[in-house]
Structure formats: C-alpha cells, structure tokens
C-alpha cells in the first residue's frame, strides 16, 4: 500500500510538470508467470461507425483505416499466445507483429501457416516482418515469386498482411543494413510482385529512429570504401554522422511504400543504455519530429520524420514498434512509473492531435536477454503484470483504437 501511494504521488507530480501524460531484434524472448489476479475488463462495441478502408483511393492508402488508429502488438509465440495475449488485455489486438526468416525455410513456413490460421480466425491483421538474415542478395525474384503466391493465398482466405521487408535499414546491427542501393532494388522487387499480384497486401518501410546515427561499432556498419557511402554522406563532408539524413537514402519511392513506420523507444535516457530511467517530458513527440535535445544530447540535426515521410509523401504511418525499458537486474526509477510515462505519451492525446496520420501503434510486448545492454534481462511488456497492465489499459484512448472486432474486410 505504501509502495502504491508514493508511485501515485510521484505520478501525480510528473503530470503536473508534464502536459502530455494519459514506451529489436528477434532474439529469444522470455515470458515470466503471470500474475495470478487478471481482470479483463468488459468488452463492448468501441467504434460505432469504423469504416476500415482496405483498397487505395484519392484519400486513404492500402489498409489505411478511414478513422481510428489500429493498435497492434508483438508478443513472442514461442512463448506466448495470441489468445493468451487478447485475454490478458480484454480485447483482440488488431495488428499481430511476427519477425520471419527470408527466404523462408520448412520451419519458418510451417510456423508461418498456422500465425496466418490464428490471425485469420480473429478477424485481424498480420504484420510480417521479413528478415535476409543471409544478406539481401539472397532474395531472388524465384524466392519472391514463392512469397507472392504464398502472400496471394492467405489473402485469398481473407487474411489482411503488411509486409515489413528488412527493418531498421539504416541501423549497423543487421546484415541488410546500411546497404540503400542494394535495399532499394529489393524492396521495389517485393513491393511490385505483392502490388500486381495480391488483393489485401500492403508494404511498410519502416527505418530505425536515427539518434545514435550512424550506430558506430555495429557489425554492418557502413565503410568509407563502401560504393553506398557516398550515397549515405548526404551533407558531403566525407563523415557519417547525425549531420547526415539516415532516412532519405533509404526510401525506396512512393509507388512502392504503401505506409511509413519507424522503430521508436525509450531505451533510458543516456547511452550507453541499461539503466532504468524516466522518460523526459515531451520525449516521444520530439522524437518524431526531429527536436529531441535533452540527456542524451542535441538531436534537433535529426530530419523530422513526420512531415518529411507521412505530410510531404502523403502516407499513413505506423509506429512499427515501440516500448520502455526495465532492467530487470538493475535498480533505478520505478518499473510502473517509468512505463506509465511512455505509454502517456505514446497515446496520449497530443500524439493523435499532432500526428492524425498515425494509423498503428504495435507495443513490444516480450522480456528478453537484450544484446545491446549486454545480454541482459530486459522487460519491455506491459501485460504480465497486474498493476502495470491496469495503468496499460487505463491510458489507452479506447474511442480512437481500433482492435480487431472493428476491422471490416471488403
């Protein structure tokens, strides 16, 4: 009780001093006991009159929702359920995330078929996020033929997908990053195999937040003697640094990007990263908008993602993925405080004032041994345990979310 009334206090306090309140890879993840008091709370009618638009038109692109923000989530299956997911929560998500080998082997095919059967049975959306973990010239066009029948298909049965193709480009720490000439071709192979042959597939480009821009140290980072490093060194002074665009070099043009997307979270406040701290005010729509100048230095070189990307292209936008972390073996500010702030802000009312064409926001909803920290024990979940979950559900903006009871198909 004595624990509960200072968090309260402190919540309290930082809302006063903060106007908004109301958080990578596929690693093995770990999902601990649940709590034993679960209160999903009462499933009603949420939109009266969601219109859910899933074909290209003058106003809306392919599976842009005419009104409402879908709310989606990336839980580990190896170790978590869909079911078990919607039932913590007390509603079915709208968007499930799952990350893929590709090309696709037999076990990844086979996982693949039954994610699509749960999806499909729940009248939601799958978010396919496909990884070369071979490197980007392993796909071929035989291998995307073999997507897009497969793809064509699960559309055919009436399963809706978004197809996120080599995430977080422009981050050193994949071996499809930091490679825009080769990531380019690739992706516009997919997007036009999926765009000419398949009825309710969309494509999502989705880069990595650039603070920390150009990740210096990681596996893939880019090289001087590079062919693609001059094509990165957009401001020409022969360095690779946040003065640079780590977005632009990237796009791969708007006849081939359906929606835009980027991995955002609040990873503490000052790298390196480990330490459980609060979120500052204001983080998250900095963030978004290149503007960011606080513990972890000045980002305001940092383009704005917004209207560079979803105004000026004319896309809905997705935030892909998104979380706070909470290390487990360390000790620092508060779990739930921390969370509760990045969740405000996230879905705090501001966010929908300020970016309308935010149509998807996907919480990582995993505990996992966190390379970048590590190794360690990082939890980004929000639905394992009661009092987190509680403060969860309690800020989201249920009125303007879109689950999967609301989506309609054509």
């Known amino acids: 009780m004595i624990k509960k009334l200072i968090i ?63 709310f989606g989530v990336y839980i580990d299956l190896g170790e978590d359920g869909i079911a078990d997911f919607n039932k913590r929560l007390g509603y079915n998500a709208a968007i499930f995330v799952q990350f893929l080998p590709f090309p696709f082997d037999s076990q990844s095919l086979q996982y693949l078929d039954q994610f699509m059967q749960e999806v499909g049975e729940l009248n939601a959306i799958a978010l396919l996020t496909l990884e070369p973990r071979d490197g980007l010239k392993s796909v071929t066009p035989a291998v995307v033929d073999d997507l897009t029948t497969r793809l064509a298909n699960f559309n055919q049965q009436g399963v809706p997908i978004i197809v996120r193709f080599a995430h977080e480009m422009n981050g050193s720490w994949y071996p499809w990053g930091q490679q825009p000439s080769l990531y380019i071709e690739k992706f516009q192979l997919i997007a036009n195999a999926l765009h000419q042959n398949t009825s309710l597939t969309a494509m999502v480009w989705a880069p990595n937040y650039g603070g920390g821009y150009p990740f210096s140290g990681g596996e893939y980072e880019v090289k001087s003697s590079d062919p693609d490093f001059q094509l990165l060194d957009t401001n020409g002074d022969n360095i690779l640094n946040q003065e640079d665009d780590m977005y632009a070099p990237y796009y791969p043009g708007d006849v081939h990007v359906d929606w835009v997307g980027i991995s955002i979270y609040h990873w503490g406040s000052k790298y390196p990263w480990g330490e459980n701290e609060i979120p500052e005010s204001l983080k998250f729509l900095e963030m978004l908008t290149g503007k960011y100048n606080g513990l972890n230095g000045d980002e305001r070189s940092l383009p704005d993602f917004y209207n560079d990307f979803v105004i000026e292209h004319d896309k809905p936008m997705a935030i892909t993925e998104t979380a706070a972390l909470y290390n487990t073996l360390e000790v620092g500010a508060d779990e739930l405080i921390i969370k509760s702030i990045w969740i405000n802000q996230v879905f705090g009312p501001e966010t929908f004032q300020q970016f309308p064409r ?53």
């Open 8 to 70: 309260l206090s402190l919540l309290i306090f930082i809302t006063a001093c903060n106007p908004i309140l109301n958080m990578n890879s596929n690693e093995i993840v770990q999902t601990p006991e649940l709590d034993t008091e679960i209160v999903s709370p009462t499933q009603e009618t949420i939109l009266s009159e969601t219109n859910i638009t899933f074909y290209p038109s003058t106003d809306h692109a392919l599976l842009e929702p005419k009104n409402g923000v879908y």
């Open 358 to 410: 935010i149509k998807m926001i996907n919480w990582f909803d995993v505990i996992k041994n966190e390379a970048e920290i590590g190794g360690s024990h990082i939890d980004w979940s929000v639905t394992f345990k009661s009092e987190i979950r509680d403060a969860f559900f309690e800020s989201l903006p249920i009125d303007i979310l879109i689950f999967a009871d609301d989506i309609i198909l054509p």
